[in-house]
């Protein structure tokens, strides 16, 4: 392989561009959802075919369209990842869409071997990123290595089988000095970028470099300000104070993770499924209880070990379709023991209103909350009306509201269920955690990596013979990658 991925997500794409119909929103995301499932186990044919049928039900969706190319991308069909480009072209209408599809369109080239077209829709990428003041800067440096991997293998030569393993491709000793640039540039945006990095070691073994003293390197440093930023971190008394100590008969295990996320909010609703469903049988830890016993157990358990920090809020979702939550608490508006007694009181009963208390949710959270969760305890979807959960979580998204899934539904008991589950973590910048039983908790959401790579120069495919004899290029920089990898405090 010539590419190597750089994980980032680097554009958050909405999941639904104005949809026709409900009904082809949910179909849509049911073949995308079966499509990451698909490109995740490595079935790549299956992955393209999902993705076509996401794009059937919704063929402006950006994000669908660059799956599909992705997954053409791994199943080296790039004469189909270019089709699906062009014949979706017109959907990349905003300057930064159309520089999206630049940047994809010419790894297509890339990858195909294609590399005088790909070299020059690179080219056109970049004038448009001036053009339009892209400050992504792990995309531009993305941009500036691809353009120099195709400065140095754009060339006038042809393929020989001159090596006796496989062909390679003599490289001109004029490549070098066209493509170093390029990919200090590239390194400049983004230090870490590990691709960049490869590429410069490979060229290096050809430089004379200018370090004549030790001061030469100092000169060079790269600086990044405000790089690899931490997020939001609470104070380090991680429990509240003052609160009994409880037996917990049902607690699973591996419950850490989901503490270690939720501390990092000022606030967290807890959202409690307590419809007729949640009376359904469970084991834990080789004790049998049911979903209900289950979640309120690690809603007591997470009330007493969340940062003092924290406000913790909770409603219910149950009873009837029209009736008023049974349990309905801002964040941080009562003690926790306050909280914890309301929520030993709650019963299961009844059906799953889930979308009517979804909607209104962002009214429980305070105005001065800078970041805010939904814990959402279910096993199941909205039994009452009608509405599109994903929609919903997308508007909660769009208010500062990340949602995280306990889910007593398993992935393999309904793939239309959870692809809903999915697309409510995804478009929210949450997680789904799966209650298995025995085994506790497990994340299942699945990671869509969009087509943004950094290429690699082939190495194994380079007969530089006629360069190690002949040419060395006077580097501008010192040739020690190490000097490049210094980030700011």
């Given amino acids: 392989m010539i590419v190597k991925k750089i994980f980032i997500l680097l554009i958050i794409l909405p999941v639904f561009y104005n949809p026709a119909d409900q009904f082809d929103n949910e179909k849509a995301y049911f073949y995308f959802y079966k499509g990451k499932t698909a490109i995740n186990e490595g079935r790549y044919k299956s992955a393209i075919h999902h993705f076509s049928q996401a794009i059937k039900y919704e063929p402006s969706n950006i994000r669908y369209i660059l799956a599909k190319a992705q997954a053409c991308f791994e199943a080296s069909e790039f004469d ?68 120099g991997c195709e400065k140095f293998l754009n060339q006038p ?57 030790q001061q030469a390197a100092l000169d060079h440093t790269i600086i990044i300000d405000n790089l690899d930023k931490p997020g939001k971190v609470k104070s380090e008394n991680s429990t509240a104070p003052n609160l009994p100590h409880f037996v917990y008969q049902y607690l699973p295990n591996k419950i850490e993770t989901i503490i270690n996320t939720l501390n990092h909010f000022d606030e967290v609703l807890y959202v409690m499924d307590i419809s007729a469903s949640m009376e359904e049988e469970i084991e834990i830890k080789n004790k049998k209880g049911t979903r209900f016993q289950v979640m309120v157990d690690l809603a007591k358990y997470l009330t007493t070990q969340l940062s003092a920090d924290a406000r913790i809020g909770a409603i219910s979702v149950g009873s009837g379709c029209d009736t008023l939550p049974e349990l309905s608490v801002e964040p941080g508006s009562i003690s926790r023991l306050g909280l914890l007694n309301q929520i030993t009181g709650l019963h299961p009963n009844g059906l799953t209103p889930l979308n009517k208390i979804l909607e209104t949710s962002n009214l429980l959270f305070s105005d001065s909350a800078e970041q805010k969760a939904i814990l959402l305890f279910t096993d199941g979807l909205n039994s009452c009306g009608e509405g599109n959960t994903c929609e919903i979580a997308n508007d909660l998204s769009l208010q500062g509201i990340q949602i995280y899934i306990l889910s007593f539904l398993l992935e393999t008991e309904s793939e239309e269920e959870y692809s809903v589950f999915d697309c409510i973590a995804t478009i929210s910048d949450g997680d789904i955690y799966e209650i298995e039983g025995q085994n506790g908790i497990e994340k299942k959401t699945l990671d869509y990596d969009p087509p943004f790579y950094s290429l690699l120069i082939p190495q194994d495919k380079i007969d530089t013979s006629f360069c190690l004899s002949t040419f060395r290029l006077k580097c501008d920089y010192p040739c020690f990658p190490e000097v490049y990898r210094i980030v700011a405090d």
Wanted: charged content about 25%; hydrophobic content about 40%.
């Fill in 157 to 213: 030569i042809d393929w020989n089988q001159k090596m006796e393993d496989k062909p390679h491709l003599s490289i001109s000793p004029h490549a070098f000095p066209k493509a170093w640039p390029y990919f200090i540039e590239a390194l400049k945006f983004d230090p870490h970028n590990e691709a960049v990095l490869q590429n410069i070691a490979f060229i290096q073994k050809y430089c004379e470099c200018k370090i004549e003293k």
């Fill in 80 to 147: 189909k990842a270019m089709k699906t480009l062009e014949n979706h072209k017109s959907n990349f209408s905003s300057p930064e869409d159309r520089f999206t599809f630049g940047f994809v369109k010419g790894l297509a080239f890339a990858l195909n071997g294609q590399h005088d077209k790909a070299l020059l829709v690179f080219e056109q990428t970049e004038k448009l990123a001036h053009q339009i003041s892209i400050s992504d800067s792990t995309m531009l440096s993305h941009l500036y290595n691809n353009l």
